[in-house]
C-alpha cells in the first residue's frame, strides 16, 4: 500500500502538470503526498481510502480555476482510476 500511495502522488502531480499546461498554466514547484487508510473485513485488508495532500505554486491561476484542474486530474491520472478498475486473473 505504500508503494501505491507513492505511485498515485507521482502519477497526479504529472496529470496536474500536464492539465496545467493545456490551460496554459506552467507551475513553478509543485509537491504532492498520498495517504492511504486501510481497513479489514472478514479478514481481509483493503485500502478504503486515499488522501492527495498536494502544494502547488502557479503564477497568475485563480484558486477556483487551480481546484478545478486539480479536481479533473485528480479523477482522471491512471493511478486513481486503477483503483476503480475491474481486476480479471488468468492462473
Request: proline fraction near 3%; hydrophobic fraction near 45%.
Amino acid at each position: 500500500e505504500e508503494l501505491l500511495a507513492a505511485a498515485h502522488a507521482g502519477c497526479f502531480t504529472m496529470a496536474l502538470a500536464a492539465e496545467l499546461g493545456k490551460a496554459g498554466f506552467t507551475p513553478t514547484r509543485m509537491a504532492t503526498q498520498a495517504s492511504v487508510s486501510l481497513e479489514q473485513a472478514e479478514g481481509k485488508w483493503s485500502i478504503a481510502t486515499v488522501h492527495l495532500e498536494n502544494e502547488a505554486w502557479v503564477p497568475g491561476i485563480a484558486d477556483a480555476q487551480f481546484q478545478e484542474i486539480a479536481n479533473g486530474a485528480k479523477e482522471n491520472c491512471p493511478v486513481s482510476r486503477l483503483f476503480r478498475a475491474k481486476i480479471t486473473l488468468h492462473a
